[in-house]
Antibody
């Protein structure tokens, strides 16, 4: 079945970097974008950006520009999200998500989600 | 960035009640509005896309309406499984911002 499986929880110190993976299965990886969304404790969802698995084009949220990098490994159908210069404000659950049907794709509505990865930034 | 404002931020209701949650965009977003349900420890679940299209598998008690800048999510008869947080998301222009969420609690 279609699924996105993310890597496990991470604990990082301020100033460090974290790299979270998202492995896709059950569909043609190259044809779709993968989006990253995060949710800090007690906060709403925050869209971080997407990467095209077809051509590696990216679209990052302006507030994360310069700190976030999304990459793909087509040999394993995996997308990576790396966030640098971490602060306590980056403590959150990070999700990867995608949309596969023509209707939801047209409206960037994410109906397939990973299970989430908790990233804790603490000294 | 387009700001998305939901109201109310929290809501208490009973099983069987009809509830409505509103979402307002800071500018017109046509029908590029999606609704999600999320519960603690679980990934968000897509309920409605394109403002009013029910995602496959979502019960028909959920409905969405609106266009331009004002949107609503209605649950016609609350079921025990519906107590969760609901968020709207605009997909008109990046960054695809979300509302702050509406927490629906049991009265």
């Amino acid at each position: 079945q279609v699924q996105l499986v993310q890597s496990g929880a991470e604990v990082k110190k301020p100033g460090a970097s974290v790299k979270v993976s998202c492995q896709a299965s059950g569909y043609t990886f190259f044809n779709y974008r993968i989006t990253w969304v995060r949710q800090a404790p007690g906060q709403g969802l925050e869209w971080m950006g997407w990467i095209s698995a077809y051509n590696d084009n990216t679209n990052y949220a302006q507030k994360l520009q310069g700190r976030v990098t999304m990459t793909t490994d087509t040999s394993t159908s995996t997308v990576y999200m790396e966030l640098k210069s971490l602060t306590s404000d980056d403590t959150a659950v990070y999700y990867c998500a995608t949309t596969l049907s023509s209707g939801t794709t047209s409206f960037d509505a994410y109906h397939i989600w990973g299970q989430g990865t908790m990233v804790t930034v603490s000294s | 960035d387009i700001q998305m404002t939901q109201s109310p931020s929290s809501l208490s209701a009973s099983v069987g009640d009809r509830v409505t949650i509103t979402c307002r965009a800071s500018q017109s977003i046509s029908s590029y509005l999606n609704w999600y349900q999320h519960k603690p420890g679980k990934a968000p679940k897509l309920l409605i896309y394109a403002a009013s299209t029910l995602q496959t598998g979502v019960p028909s008690r959920f409905s969405g309406s609106g266009s331009g800048a004002d949107f609503t999510l209605t649950i016609s008869s609350l079921q025990p499984d519906d107590f969760a947080t609901y968020s709207c998301q605009q997909s008109y222009s990046t960054p695809y911002t979300f509302g702050q969420g509406t927490k629906l609690e049991i009265k």
